[in-house]
Structures are given as structure tokens and as C-alpha cells.
């Protein structure tokens, strides 16, 4: 079936119509037009595999990782870096008419598209280790990705080699974290099992977990190998780091978004949600006048803890529940916001519209919830401008950064 390509979808996929109906084709440009195997088929569209490109784009380009093909991991590999950021601004620019913004947005691009990633996690399927094909729940088993520092990459393949000689049945998948001293490994299984502790693996192993996700408090911690403490440096800061806490994916990127935050600061008072092992928190309190991070993960409120400066303070809570306490008894000039994919919990919305704060930093990397947020709070808030920042090169996300200001 012959489809022109005339849109682009919230998640990166060339969007045509066939019939009136609308097709999604992954790994396609707008103005292509393709012959297309369809896959999916439901009563409202279809989704399609490109077969031939007949009219290409004249940004198509030969993608740099040997597994992209097949990989579900990557979007834009296939188109050149400058188009792949357009496109992605064009995503953002359609979604954020939504909530009636159509002025320009400022753009930061990565300086680099690959071996940017200081954590991947690989999942571990019948010997293999590696990211989900794309479209199915098969593992294609990698020896590296192009995406992640290339210390993460000499490790993967340490742990490969480990891996064919203890053959586990419960292991999940195996995650690697390149802090400044070393990467850091752990091993996530789905069951209590033995688990081998081998010269090959040097001393990266941090930690060997039993559970479903990493990044949360349902982890259970079964043992810790190394407890050397680990750290990594962002903007002359060193932090600690552990598996348990988030830390931003791409330094060079997380580096340029928070100065940017940080260069509005100055004399002001300032809550930070969402604030993580509080390196932002830490930033912040060097221009701000007071910081408070609100954070619900006790690991990572403890690293914050550690970072603690006399003008800094951590809460932890849920944002829901603590920020309208903290509100009720003093005024604070602004709000950084940086919640996790699903968004803010309406209550914690509520809490600032309620309240006396002049300004918001929100920071997101879902669109779809990031609109919903800012429909709230539109009721409320202007948008003031709205920068974008490349944390993720080569997929369909970007990290958003909106500024919003009190409509008085
Ligand atoms: C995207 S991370 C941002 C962390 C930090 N601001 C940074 O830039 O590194 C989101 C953080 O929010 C925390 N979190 C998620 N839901 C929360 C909630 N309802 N209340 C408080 N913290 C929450 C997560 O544990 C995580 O540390």
C-alpha cells in the first residue's frame, strides 16, 4: 500500500491517510512516500512497516548503529541530526497549541547525538542481553549502543562475557550506570537467586536486586558487593550516586538546563519538587536566597541530605501532600517543577494556584502530561516561554522547559 507521509505523531511516527484513515509509520519523514506492509489495524488507524521508500527525504541518511533496523530503542537514526531536531520542535510546537502557545521556541541541541547516555538498562532474555525489538517482546542481543558512553559500552561486554558462563534463569535485566570513578553495575532479578561474584566483573558490581523496577520504592535490596561510595560531577558539584536515584541521562545537556534555571534565581526563594538527590536543590541555593526540595524517594533524599548548604532544605514527602503545607506558612518567589513522566498530581497544582508564587520552572519529558499540567495551570499562569533541551538525541523525546508567570 502507497502512503504519503503529511504529518508527524506525538511519538515520532510519519502520520498519512490511506482511505481517509489515518496510517502511523514509524521511521519516516514528512513529504516521503512509502510503501507500506501494515501491521496493526484497529477501527480509528493503522499502523504500517515501511517496505520501500519510493519519494525519499532528502535528509534520510544511513544510521551509524549496526542494529537499527531491528532495535526498538531509537526514532530519528535515520534522518540527519538537524532534521531529527526540527521534527521533534514540530511535535512540541503541535502539541503545545493545545493549551494556545504559538510563539517561538528556543532550542538547545546536544552538542553530541551519540555516547551521551550515562545509564542504559539492557534486558536479559534466553541469553540474550539487549533492548527490546521493536514492535514485539523479542531481546536483540547487542555488544554495544551507540547511545551510551563508551565505558558503559567496554562494560557490556564484560558482562556479557560473565553471563555466558552463569547461565541465570531469573535475571531480568542488568543495569549500567558510568559515574566518575567507575560504571557502575547492578543486576535486577525477577526471583531470589544465587548470584556469583566473579573476578571478571572488577569491582563495578554495586548491587544485585530482586524486584520489578529499579528507580523505586518497591526494590528490595538483597545485597551490595562494593560500597564504595560513587560519585558524579555536574557544574563543579560532585554527588553522590546509587542505582536507587534518578540523575538526568546526558550530562552535557543537564548541564545547560540547569543554568539555565539557575541564572533566574538570584535573591529569591525558591521550592524545588520533584527535586531528586538535589543536585538542582544544591545549584540553586548557591544564587537563591532559600531552596526547599521536596522529594519522595528516601534514598535520594538522603544523598540531598548529604548536599545540605545552610540555606537549603529537604522534605520528604509526596509533593501532593507537603507542598500546600509549606505554602500555607510562607511565600516563596519561584517554582522549579521536574516531576516523572506521569506529571503532577492535580491537588499539587491546586496547591500553587492557591497560593502567592510569581513564577514556575516546569520541566518535563512527556508532552501529553506536560499539557495536561498546563492547562491547570494556565488558569492561573501565562506562558512566558517555552526552550527545549536535546537530553535524549536520536528518539522522539525532548526535555521541555516552560516558564510560566502569575497572571495578576
Ligand atoms: C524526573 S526526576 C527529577 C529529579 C531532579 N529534579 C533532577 O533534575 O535530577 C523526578 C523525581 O521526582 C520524584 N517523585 C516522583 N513522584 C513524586 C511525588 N509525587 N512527590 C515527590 N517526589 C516524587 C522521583 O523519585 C524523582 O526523583
Request: hydrophobic residues 40%; glycine residues 4%.
Amino acid at each position: 500500500m502507497q502512503v504519503e507521509i503529511i504529518d508527524i505523531s506525538y511519538d515520532g511516527c510519519g502520520v498519512g491517510r490511506v482511505d481517509g484513515k489515518v496510517v502511523f509509520v514509524p521511521r519516516t519523514d514528512i513529504g516521503e512516500i512509502v510503501d507500506v506492509q501494515i501491521v496493526k489495524e484497529n477501527s480509528k488507524f493503522s499502523t504500517g512497516k515501511v517496505v520501500k521508500v519510493l519519494k525519499k527525504s532528502k535528509s534520510r541518511c544511513e544510521s551509524k548503529c549496526p542494529y537499527f533496523d531491528e532495535c526498538g530503542g531509537c526514532d530519528f537514526q535515520f534522518l540527519d541530526y538537524g532534521r531529527e531536531i526540527e521534527l521533534k520542535t514540530k511535535i512540541l510546537e503541535n502539541e503545545l497549541k493545545k493549551v494556545n502557545f504559538f510563539e517561538k521556541i528556543a532550542v538547545f541541541p546536544a552538542k553530541t547525538r551519540f555516547n551521551y547516555r550515562n545509564k542504559i538498562k539492557l534486558t536479559y532474555v534466553d541469553d540474550k542481553l539487549g533492548y527490546l525489538k521493536s514492535q514485539s517482546k523479542k531481546v536483540i542481543d547487542i555488544d554495544f549502543c551507540p547511545l551510551a558512553e563508551s565505558e558503559i559500552n567496554d562494560a557490556i561486554m564484560v558482562i556479557k562475557k560473565y553471563l555466558k558462563k552463569y547461565k541465570y534463569q531469573n535475571l531480568k535485566s542488568v543495569t549500567f550506570r558510568k559515574s566518575d570513578e567507575s560504571v557502575l553495575i547492578s543486576f535486577l532479578f525477577s526471583q531470589k537467586e544465587k548470584f556469583f561474584y566473579d573476578e571478571i566483573l572488577g569491582d563495578f558490581v554495586v548491587g544485585v536486586f530482586v524486584g520489578d523496577v529499579l528507580e523505586s520504592n518497591k526494590t528490595v535490596l538483597t545485597s551490595i558487593f562494593h560500597q564504595k561510595e560513587c560519585h558524579k560531577t555536574i557544574l563543579c558539584k560532585k554527588i553522590p550516586v546509587d542505582f536507587a536515584s534518578f540523575f538526568q541521562v546526558n550530562d552535557e545537556v543537564a548541564s545547560c538546563l540547569y543554568q539555565t534555571i539557575i541564572k533566574n534565581v538570584a535573591g529569591k526563594k525558591v521550592v524545588n519538587a520533584y527535586s531528586g538527590q538535589g543536585a538542582l536543590s544544591l545549584l540553586l541555593a548557591e544564587k537563591a536566597t532559600k531552596v526547599v526540595g521536596i522529594e519522595v524517594q528516601k534514598s535520594s533524599h538522603l544523598i540531598a541530605e548529604k548536599l545540605k548548604t545552610s540555606n537549603m532544605k529537604n522534605i520528604n514527602g509526596l509533593v501532593e501532600k507537603e507542598l500546600s503545607k509549606l505554602l500555607k506558612n510562607e511565600n516563596y518567589d519561584i517554582i522549579v517543577l521536574a516531576p516523572a513522566r506521569a506529571g503532577c498530581e492535580k491537588s499539587g497544582i491546586d496547591a500553587i494556584k492557591n497560593a502567592q508564587i510569581k513564577e514556575i520552572f516546569y520541566i518535563s519529558c512527556n508532552f501529553s502530561t506536560l499539557i495536561r499540567d498546563l492547562k491547570l495551570l494556565c488558569e492561573k499562569y501565562k506562558i512566558k516561554s517555552v526552550q527545549v533541551f536535546d537530553m535524549f538525541p536520536s528518539t522522539a523525546n525532548l526535555e521541555v522547559l516552560v516558564s510560566l508567570e502569575k497572571i495578576i
